[in-house]
């Protein structure tokens, strides 16, 4: 992609080279072309429709569940703050922003005394990266309880699409690439706030207990087969704890990678294909990716 292609105009932050790996839960991985960080939704509107087409995009959540390579990503990638990181009860519905973290969702859920929303408290990302993946935990995925989204689409068009069109399966959404989730409308049902902090808190110990959350990590990576957990397959396949370079399969979680230090996104991808390998050859079985993986090797 040239660098010569020309930026719209924005209200909000536009910046060249922007360094990835600070924004990411694996603290690695290449520059964007260009980081936008628009000041509304008519920003990020206005900024789609007038840039180029060929031009790629795409948004970036707290940065878990991502591993951006080291070569860098080539196009442009959003980032929705402030202005996109709120929610507000409305009835027995709550809507939220894109840029809203799952632990904002689910308190503000509680203190509306609205139950049904505490598994968003364990998702570590945000409401547009749960929208488009159709996040989940504990049993309960946002298919569940989401009612309708807000998108601006590539070519500027805001959009409001109805849950029965997103095309949801397990951990996958039809949303069109470039589609960015600014906003959503979730559903609970009536429950009383000291309840739903203890389900809230259960769910915070649980987590807590199991997996490797103070670890420089991108969370689950790799989707559950149907029938199978991920991480008892890699386990049988003898890859807990397992390492290239600084990369390594969590000796807690094993289906957690982790960066224990100065490991480069082409470690742990490498790991990750490593695992795969093994548990095909054990079991026959092909794990597929969860997390996402973007950019060009470098």
């Not at 910046?15 to 690695?28: I, M, Q």
């Not at 990369?247 to 480069?264: D, E, I, P, R, Y």
Request: aromatic residues 6%; negative net charge.
């Amino acid at each position: 992609m040239s660098v010569e292609v020309k930026m719209p105009a924005v209200r909000g932050r536009l910046t060249a080279s922007a360094p990835l790996a600070p924004l990411v839960w694996f603290k690695s991985g290449g520059v964007a072309r260009w980081l936008f960080e628009p000041a509304d939704v008519d920003d990020l509107s206005a900024f789609l429709a007038d840039l180029d087409p060929a031009v790629p995009v795409m948004a970036l959540g707290l940065g878990s569940n991502l591993i951006v390579r080291d070569g860098g990503y080539r196009g442009v990638v959003v980032r929705l703050g402030k202005a996109f990181s709120f929610a507000r009860a409305e009835g027995e519905t709550l809507v939220c922003g894109g840029g809203t973290s799952g632990i904002l969702v689910s308190s503000t859920a509680r203190d509306a005394g609205l139950a049904g929303l505490e598994f968003l408290r364990s998702i570590p990302g945000t409401v547009g990266g749960f929208v488009r993946m159709n996040g989940g935990a504990y049993g309960r995925e946002t298919k569940d309880v989401l009612v309708s989204c807000v998108v601006v689409l590539r070519d500027g068009a805001v959009v409001t699409l109805p849950v029965d069109e997103l095309g949801y399966s397990y951990r996958h959404s039809r949303l069109p690439d470039g589609a960015i989730v600014v906003e959503a409308t979730f559903t609970g049902s009536p429950g009383d706030p000291a309840a739903i902090q203890g389900e809230m808190d259960r769910i915070a110990a649980a987590r807590e207990e199991s997996q490797p959350l103070r670890s420089k990590t991108g969370g689950s990576t790799f989707k559950n087969p149907q029938g199978h957990k991920a991480w008892e397959l890699i386990d049988a396949a003898g890859c807990r704890g397992l390492r290239i370079g600084d990369a390594q399969v969590s000796s807690k979680h094993c289906n957690f990678l982790l960066n224990l230090g100065a490991a480069t996104s082409a470690d742990i991808e490498a790991l990750g294909e490593e695992v795969r390998a093994r548990v095909k050859a054990t079991s026959g079985i092909e794990l597929e990716w969860e997390i996402q993986r973007v950019g060009v090797a470098q």
